[in-house]
Each structure stands twice: as C-alpha cells, then as structure tokens.
C-alpha cells in the first residue's frame, strides 16, 4: 500500500513547491509601493494666533484627539496671552513665524522691513518659549516678487510652509462648524500631503467647533496627523 501512493504523493509534494516558487517570483516582481503611496498625510496649519479663547479650545480639541499642529504666530498678539503660547509649545505642536503685526503694507515695503518683521516674531517666540522657530509662513500668501522674497526667507534658515487646502474660515462670511468641515473635506480631495490652512484668532470661534469634525474626517479616511 505504502509503494502505491508513494508516487502520486511526490507528484503532489512536487506541484507544491512549484506552485510556492511561482508565487514568490511574482510577489518579487510586482513593484513595491511607495510611503506616500500607502500612507496619505494631514498637517493642520492655524495662523494668526494667539488668541485666549480659539487658541485655548483648539488645544483642547488637538489633546484629546492626541494630534499634532502647527501654530503660525502673530506677535503682537501674544503680550497678555504669554501662557496660551508656552502651552502650545509645551503640549508638543510646532509654532512657526507669521508676523509681528500682519500689516501687509509694512511687512512688504521693501526687504528690510520684511526681514525685520520676521525677525521681531521669531524673537518674541524665542523670548516666551525659548524655542527658535524653525517654519515661516507669509502673510497673505505673500506679495510682490515672490521667487526673490522665497530665497530671501530660506537664507535665513527658515523653511517656508504654504497650503493647499482650506477650511473657509475666511474666504466663506460667517460659516457655520458644518460649512467649514465641508469645505475641508471639499479642498482637500486629491491633495497628498494635505496642509489645511485653520485660523486660531478671537473671530473664529466657528473654525475651534469644527476641528472635531475636521478630525473625524481624516482619521475615518486613514490619513496620518502630522506637523512640520
């Protein structure tokens, strides 16, 4: 008995192992994917900040969630909302430079007053934190010949952050929490990474109601919560 199934059971044994080197032959030459390919990304961007209202519940909102951001700071407003801006730091987000004052006719009127301006933001950032800001973004968008104010910003070791994505916490007038997760999720489509531009001054209240719902979104989509 042992003899008469010997044969077809190394038939058998020998299909097998075929049947294994095929699959590792073809699973070695299908192309490999990517990081970016198999993880998309969301950095969340607040400008305009501090506030002690906004700012405060977007902290919040980020530490329950256990998500990262990246604040871009005004500094003439942090004088009286110093504590808003050493929490920021302290619960792991990023802050960034924006401005000293977001007067765009002041910061834009030559090269020096834009180096000026950046300077005297990342120094008050400096002063209350004792971090050196490392992330600039215009204000605005930026103005005027911006390939040479780009080179100008970079010689000055910072690395400069735009957006690709909004809220409509500005472009849309007085949006509710849901508008503005559906304008989320509406820019954001076919963008990877995702930088979502969020404000965090005392008018947005609305923008601080629809984090949660921001959030939401990309975690139910599999998108990873990054900062710069």
Request: proline residues 4%; aromatic residues 8%.
């Amino acid at each position: 008995m042992q003899r008469k199934f010997l044969a077809p059971a190394l038939i058998l044994v020998a299909l097998l192992t075929l049947l294994a080197f095929l699959g590792m032959r073809a699973a070695s030459s299908a192309p490999a994917m990517s990081l970016a390919e198999e993880q998309k990304e969301v950095y969340l961007t607040f400008d305009d900040g501090p506030s002690t209202v906004v700012t405060s519940r977007v902290l919040d909102t980020l530490k329950e969630e256990n998500v990262p951001a990246t604040f871009f700071i005004v500094s003439d407003r942090v004088e009286g909302r110093e504590e808003v801006l050493k929490r920021i730091a302290a619960e792991g987000h990023t802050l960034g430079v924006h401005s000293a004052s977001h007067d765009y006719a002041r910061i834009y009127a030559s090269d020096a007053s834009l180096l000026k301006d950046i300077s005297s933001c990342a120094a008050c950032i400096s002063r209350v934190t004792g971090i050196v800001p490392k992330v600039y973004r215009f204000p605005g968008g930026g103005m005027g010949d911006m390939a040479h104010r780009r080179a100008l910003v970079k010689k000055q070791g910072y690395r400069i952050v735009q957006w690709n994505a909004v809220c409509g916490d500005e472009e849309i007038w007085h949006a509710s929490a849901d508008t503005l997760v559906k304008e989320t999720v509406k820019t954001s489509q076919g963008k990877q990474p995702v930088v979502l531009l969020l404000h965090d001054s005392a008018s947005h209240k609305a923008t601080a109601e629809a984090l949660p719902g921001i959030i939401a979104y990309f975690r139910e989509n599999g998108y990873l919560f990054c900062k710069f």
